[in-house]
């Protein structure tokens, strides 16, 4: 059964509208490219995001704990420069840096979020630098 923090992070994470479906490559570069952007059509039922990237994203989540996805999400998105425990850095790492970048850029894209895409996408960065040295 999965917890309310995980729960709410895959529910944030699956409302947003847009994604970037190369976020990796886009994060490493510095590229803000809006090609790689799109908006899923109405013509998959409704559902706001494909379901592909769906069942991509809530693999991802479900290799990280409650713990290390709050302590990556504050670190992120909240600047809290607070120290990443040994056993949460292994959990990022073998979640791969496919997933952290995408979860990471599919949180940007939410409209709260996206004015400061930049400090975001550094600090991603900057996290994935720590727990893979």
């Known amino acids: ?3 309310f923090c995980k729960v709410s992070i895959i529910a944030f994470v699956l409302a947003s509208g847009v994604f970037l479906s190369s ?8 590229e803000q490219d809006s090609s790689l952007a799109f908006e899923p059509s109405s013509d998959n039922g409704g559902n706001i995001i494909p379901i592909e990237l ?3 994203l809530d693999e991802c989540l479900k290799k990280i704990d409650d ?13 809290k420069e ?6 949460c850095c292994q959990k990022l ?3 791969g840096e496919e997933c ?5 850029e ?9 004015a400061n895409a930049t400090l975001y996408e550094t600090r991603a960065v900057d996290t994935w630098n720590i727990c893979s040295q």
Do not use: K, V
Not at 23 to 30: C, K, L
Not at 67 to 79: D, K, M, N, Q, S
Not at 82 to 87: D, E, F, K, T
């Open 54 to 56: 769906r069942h991509y």
């Open 1 to 3: 059964m999965a917890s």
């Open 93 to 95: 790492l073998d979640m």
């Open 100 to 104: 952290h970048y995408t979860i990471t």
């Open 23 to 30: 976020p990796t490559q886009a994060i490493r570069t510095g």
């Open 82 to 87: 607070n120290g990443i425990p040994a056993s």
């Open 67 to 79: 713990e290390c996805g709050a302590i990556f999400f504050t670190r992120i998105f909240i600047g």
């Open 106 to 114: 599919s949180i940007i894209s939410r409209p709260e979020f996206r």
